[in-house]
């Protein structure tokens, strides 16, 4: 976990909880809990095309458009009079560990403190680094570096409340243990080497994120026990623009021609159209 101050605090049972250094305050508050939102380089907020079902409660999930080499982070907003644990997977991959992620408790999560947000920009390798987000092919990704195509071209987000400190239970204990030898995986370091030494097997045109260059990105570590279960889930799931076309997301409209209407001599002048296929048969 992380703090604002330049020094490390005791770690709380299992979890890993960072800050990323400077967060921005947010002036309002929206019933959402958090919010969920994808930044381009160029500062361009990218549209979210919702499809959530009504019997999701506390679970958002939308569409957005992935353009090809385009460099991304993700913003995440606190609207909470409290401190948030956010725990953030990319492709299924946590951000932080670079392992599978089931986005549990027990699992390295950033730490927002009340009103604030915080962008983040990649893969993180250290305390002082990260490897930036970059939409590619999914088999040029860092996910698919590991084999895992399980939640390929997904980005998601758990956010959990903080817990009054108390004492913990030996049952607690063991669930914590239990829960981070579930998510274990190779470091992230190894996913970087691993996707430069050796391509996919299979092509693969869907989409995903790359391991890309390395930035400055400081972090300190805070002492944060999560409450047992996430107040919030958000999952994006980003596309080529073409498939978001064939789903109606986006509406391409027809290049105009000359020599065709858009309308029929005939709805134009009010009579009836003959019906679809008519001419077909004849």
């Known amino acids: 976990m992380f703090i604002s101050e330049n020094r490390f605090a005791k770690l709380s049972l299992c979890t890993l909880a960072l800050m990323v250094l400077p967060l921005t305050c947010a002036a309002?508050?929206?019933?959402a809990g958090i919010t969920l939102e994808i930044v381009s380089d160029a500062g361009q907020v990218l549209r979210q095309f919702d499809v959530t079902q009504a019997s999701e409660r506390d679970t958002r999930r939308a569409y957005l458009e992935a353009t090809k080499g385009q460099r991304y982070s993700i913003r995440v907003r606190n609207y909470t009079g409290g401190r948030v644990g956010v725990v953030l997977a990319v492709d299924g991959r946590n951000i932080i560990s670079g392992k599978k992620s089931h986005l549990r408790r027990s699992e390295p999560m950033y730490i927002l403190n009340p009103y604030q947000s915080a962008s983040y920009d990649g893969w993180r390798t250290s305390d002082t680094q990260?490897?930036?987000?970059f939409f590619t092919d999914s088999g040029e990704s860092y996910a698919g570096a590991f084999g895992d195509h399980s939640a390929m071209g997904v980005i998601a987000v758990a956010a959990y409340a903080e817990k009054t400190p108390r004492r913990?239970?030996?049952?607690?204990l063991k669930e914590q243990r239990r829960e981070g030898a579930d998510s274990a995986g190779p470091a992230p370091e190894a996913a970087g080497k691993s996707s430069r030494a050796a391509p996919a097997n299979e092509a693969d045109s869907r989409p995903g994120t790359g391991f890309g260059e390395g930035q400055t990105s400081h972090v300190v570590r805070?002492?944060?026990k999560p409450q047992r279960r996430p107040f919030a889930k958000r999952f994006l799931k980003y596309e080529w623009r073409e498939t978001l076309v064939r789903l109606g997301f986006i509406h391409v409209p027809e290049p105009h021609n000359r020599f065709w209407p858009r309308e029929s001599r005939a709805s134009v002048q009010g009579f009836s159209p003959y019906p679809p296929g008519y001419w077909n048969h004849r």
Not at 28 to 31: G, L, N, R, V, Y
Not at 130 to 133: A, G, L, Q, S
Not at 168 to 172: A, C, D, F, L, R
């Open 28 to 31: 309002w508050q929206t019933p």
């Open 130 to 133: 990260v490897h930036r987000f």
């Open 222 to 224: 805070v002492h944060f």
């Open 168 to 172: 913990q239970s030996e049952n607690y």
